[in-house]
């Protein structure tokens, strides 16, 4: 696939196609190279606040916690994870507050620009099987385990 933003044209002067980027307005006889679409896979917690843009989840109807105290949770579970006392999947389970607790937290197989910039930039910078600090997006506040 063409990487985005650009097109084919007909070039009715040399009567061949050539490829036109729509925002840049460049335009080349040769296919501009097609952008592999990076793909992984990662699980997370997530502890929405009362600032979430969807303040409300399987948990718990209508989530009043501050930012702070939706932190603190993250903080709490990063812990006990982290020491080994409990197992990530087991916590998202109960405690997150995303729809993919059911799931352990696992939002299986993604590409670029499907989740929050936010969240796909704390993806990338894991390594397959680390967990990352608490990551911020507009849907409240994360731990994430890469596993792909
Ligand atoms: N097709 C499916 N199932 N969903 C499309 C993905 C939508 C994506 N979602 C996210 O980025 C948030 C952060 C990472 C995971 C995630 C899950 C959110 C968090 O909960 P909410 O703020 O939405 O209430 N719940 C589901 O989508 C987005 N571009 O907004």
């Not at 044209?9 to 296919?31: I, K, L, M, V």
């Not at 502890?47 to 009043?64: G, M, Y």
């Not at 932190?71 to 812990?79: D, G, P, Q, V």
Request: glycine share 8%; aromatic share 8%; hydrophobic share 30%.
């Amino acid at each position: 696939a063409l990487p985005p933003n650009w097109e084919v044209r007909r070039s009715t002067t040399y009567n061949r196609d050539y490829y036109f980027n729509t925002t840049s307005g460049e335009s080349r006889w040769d296919a501009p190279t097609p952008r592999v679409n990076k793909k992984m896979r990662a699980s997370h917690i997530l502890a929405k606040h009362v600032d979430s843009r969807r303040p409300s989840s399987w948990r718990q109807e209508n989530i009043t916690l501050t930012k702070e105290e939706a932190l603190k949770r993250i903080e709490e579970f990063r812990e006990k994870i982290g020491a080994g006392e409990s197992v990530f999947a087991d916590i998202a389970k109960v405690e997150s507050d995303c729809s993919s607790a059911k799931h352990g937290g696992d939002l299986g197989w993604f590409e670029e620009g499907k989740m929050q910039p936010a969240f796909e930039k704390g993806v990338l910078t894991l390594e397959v099987g680390e967990m990352s600090k608490p990551v911020w997006t507009d849907s409240g506040v994360h731990i994430i385990l890469r596993t792909g």
